[in-house]
């Protein structure tokens, strides 16, 4: 059985709980991480990020690894949405900031000026403040820069990219739809895929281009901002719903074909 690195203390525990299973799957497959990426559409080297947690795995790896070990993939594809929301949210709160501690009062002589313990009170606050804001930005800067890692080494795998996965540095971005018919089909102008796996908490141009043909289908998926949240997730659901096809809030190949031949409504 592999011996696995002990996960962050800090790390919620629904993700912590997530990955212990996925570990557990993975052990009980007896598969090493390049056997896995030959059994799945996902590289070793993701397969090793997904395993460490240094990013969240997608819910088709979840459920790739849950039918490969013997698991049930609805159970764990619940669980893998809950870890996701957690993800979402980030980690700067729950972790805190390290080496930080609670101001305490400093003791006045009682014959001291009040004006003097209101200035010494106040500039104890603006020296924690900067502490504060001086460690958070390194954190940040840390995360944006393991983000840049990921993004370098997804696109250096010989396996094909994936979506991002939203994170702490995401930067807000609004998408134009430009929407055009071709042979019977309709594009938006920002990506012309028609197999691309889309679920909650991915992001990019593909889940603007999603956005977009929703948007003229005559459901709201809410901002054109290419990332993949619960209202563009339950607008996929309704739309999965009109054209009877399995409501799982994932963008598959059968979905991407009703959004492209969707009647304007």
Known sequence: MSRWKELPAELHPDIHQLIVRLRRLKD?????????AAKTRYSARSWQRYLTCRSLPPGEAVEALARIGGDDPTRLLVLHEIAAERWAEGRVVTAGVPGSAPATAVPTPTD????????????MAGVVALVLSVSVALLLAVRLAEARAQLADDRADPVA?????V???????????????????????????????????YMGPEVAEAQCLLRR??????????????????????????????????????????LREAVAK
């Open 28 to 36: 009980r497959s007896e598969l090493s991480t390049r056997q896995l």
């Open 217 to 258: 289908a005559g459901v709201s998926p809410g901002d054109i901002d290419g990332v993949f949240g619960p209202k563009t997730q339950r607008a996929v659901q309704r739309v999965q719903t009109r054209n009877g096809l399995v409501v799982d809030g994932v963008i598959g190949p059968h979905t991407w074909k009703a």
């Open 112 to 123: 001291q000026q009040p004006y003097g313990r209101y200035l010494r009170a106040a500039v």
């Open 167 to 201: 994170s702490e540095s995401t930067v807000p971005v609004i998408y134009t739809c430009r929407l055009e018919q071709s042979d019977g089909r309709w594009y938006a102008g920002l990506s012309r895929t028609s197999d691309t796996i889309l679920a909650y908490t």
């Open 161 to 165: 990219a994936t979506p991002a996965i």
